[in-house]
């Protein structure tokens, strides 16, 4: 009986202990689209920032800012809805009951596991501190911070066994400033005061500030994935039609070469002449005179066309003649409404989205400098990038450009020397040049499989080699076992030596490379002493 009251007793004064001090994710509503987001303050930034995500205030101007994979937002309906989110969701952290109370120097090597944390005083990251989500990927990591906030240079957040951004909140109750070269993960709500970020940072989350200025000098900040963020995918792909098969293509110009130039898939004009290009560096058909191919390729480009330029856009990019500068892109349709300077890097992240597109109009022409790059990231492919140019287009020296051009109305007019092109050059009237260039017009399922082969003797296509660009391996269909007889495939590198001799006995045969140099490859296949087809291999190991 004695045993049954205390542990009844006991069952009673658990009711009236404090409740533990779970984590849970506030609601940030609209405010989650926000990289950078005052409710009432100026936003500004110096230097050269990159930025994903909206940018704005309620109450304010946002000034000086370049080009943002975002949207600009002051003084606007959803800078209001943005601010009435942003009160609610910092009422919500504020309401949570802390289970830790670390001291105000954060980092030096520590390691946190999730939870709430309370720090009474001011606080300071400094070194490294790693927020441990013990394999759970909905870990939630908030710190109440009751005064402000500041970081030393070169000081980071790390998340370690499944931590994400999304997950990590820091409230604080005054000022927050990061020094030079702070990598910090999560979201940054600073109470009555200001946010300071200097160059060299880096910010996985988003700056909120219920009431006060937020600066930005040099940084890069985006908003996290995961947590439920959409997975981009971007637009729906334009169908090219046949003239997915050309690696440059003039729907009525000239198309000429100067220098040496190699390429993968064709090249022709509907209305002109091709010239200049040697069959040995071409992957593909040289259509020297317009064909049926070329009409088939003018009319279903003109048609990819009028999708992409009525496509929607998402995002629009302000600042045209700043394009490149190290921007970062996602995957959707952006709009520059007027001529393009594209200097150094743009960066396309396709976010781990493989199948994600990317859709550039610009109204305008397009120039380069030399070495201007486009580079993909977690998965973005060249097939998948579209840029459609009202204007003439110049890819200056040893530049490397992905994607596939529609020009319309305007001349390819110099694809200068060393440019490397991963994709298509195509326009819907212009002449098109270029200038000791390399080009590959990565294949598109559906469209064009295989590259083209030369036919001897009244055969046709007696093999089929694909894949045609690929790597270590690919594989020899017989199309027609009736039509050869003791065959083997020869294939020799750019300066005629053989470098393989197989016989084809079987259907299917597995051709290994993986010895071979990348480089352009000639093949002969022969049967009873004659040569009954032959072509070109890419290898890209």
Not at 162 to 177: P, Q, T
Not at 404 to 432: D, M, S, Y
Request: proline residues 4%; charged residues 10%; negative net charge.
């Amino acid at each position: 009986m004695k045993n049954q009251l205390l542990y009844s007793l006991l069952i009673v004064m658990l009711f009236f202990l404090p409740a533990p001090g779970f984590a849970q994710s506030p609601d940030l509503g609209t405010a989650a689209d926000f990289v950078l987001f005052s409710t009432d303050g100026a936003v500004s930034n110096t230097g050269i920032s990159h930025l994903t995500g909206n940018v704005g205030t309620n109450n304010g101007s946002s000034t000086a800012f370049g080009n943002v994979d975002g949207s600009m937002h002051d003084g606007d309906a959803a800078s209001i809805q943005c601010a009435a989110d942003l009160l609610t969701a910092y009422n919500q952290l504020a309401a949570m009951t802390p289970a830790f109370f670390p001291a105000s120097l954060l980092g030096n090597g520590q390691t946190l596991q999730a939870g709430v944390y309370s720090i009474s005083s001011a606080a300071t990251l400094n070194a490294d501190l790693t927020l441990d989500a013990e394999g759970d990927s909905d870990a939630i990591f908030i710190f109440q911070i009751q005064a402000p906030f500041s970081t030393n240079a070169s000081s980071q957040v790390l998340l370690t066994n499944g931590a994400l951004a999304c997950n990590v909140f820091w409230k604080v109750e005054g000022l927050i400033s990061m020094a030079s070269g702070t990598s910090m993960k999560g979201t940054l709500i600073a109470n009555n005061s200001a946010i300071e970020m200097n160059t060299g940072d880096t910010l996985e989350g988003r700056a909120l500030s219920i009431a006060g200025a937020i600066t930005v000098d040099g940084v890069l900040a985006y908003t996290p994935i995961g947590c439920g963020s959409p997975v981009l995918s971007g637009p729906v792909a334009p169908d090219l039609g046949a003239a997915a098969c050309y690696a440059l293509f003039s729907s009525d110009g000239a198309v000429t070469n100067s220098g040496v130039t190699n390429l993968v898939g064709d090249v022709g004009t509907n209305v002109g002449s091709t010239t200049g290009y040697d069959p040995l560096l071409v992957a593909g058909t040289i259509h020297t005179i317009p064909d049926g191919s070329t009409a088939l390729s003018a009319t279903d480009l003109l048609v990819a066309y009028n999708y992409i330029n009525t496509l929607p856009y998402d995002i629009e990019l302000l600042y045209p003649e700043q394009f490149g500068n190290n921007l970062v892109l996602t995957p959707h349709t952006y709009l520059m409404d007027g001529a393009v300077t594209f200097t150094d890097t743009v960066t396309l992240n396709a976010q781990g989205n493989e199948d994600a597109v990317f859709v550039i109009q610009i109204n305008g022409a397009i120039i380069t400098s030399t070495y201007s790059r486009v580079k993909l990231l977690n998965g973005a492919q060249a097939k998948n990038v579209y840029w459609k140019i009202e204007g003439a287009v110049t890819i200056n020296d040893y530049s490397t450009f992905c994607g596939t051009i529609i020009c319309n109305n305007g001349a390819l007019g110099a694809i200068n020397t060393g440019v490397e092109l991963k994709g298509r050059l195509l326009t819907t009237n212009g002449a098109l040049n270029t200038m000791a260039a390399n080009g590959v017009a990565e294949m598109i399922p559906g469209n064009c499989a295989t590259l083209s082969a030369q036919a001897h003797d009244g055969f046709i296509n007696a093999i089929t080699i694909y894949p045609n660009p690929f790597g270590g391996s690919t594989t020899v269909f017989v199309n027609d076992v009736a039509q050869i007889n003791n065959a083997e495939l020869r294939i020799y590198n750019a300066l005629g030596i053989e470098m393989m001799n197989m016989p084809i006995t079987r259907e299917q045969t597995i051709l290994e490379t993986q010895d071979f140099p990348s480089g352009l490859f000639f093949y002969v296949v022969i049967s009873n002493r004659k040569t009954i087809q032959s072509g070109k291999l890419l290898i890209q190991q």
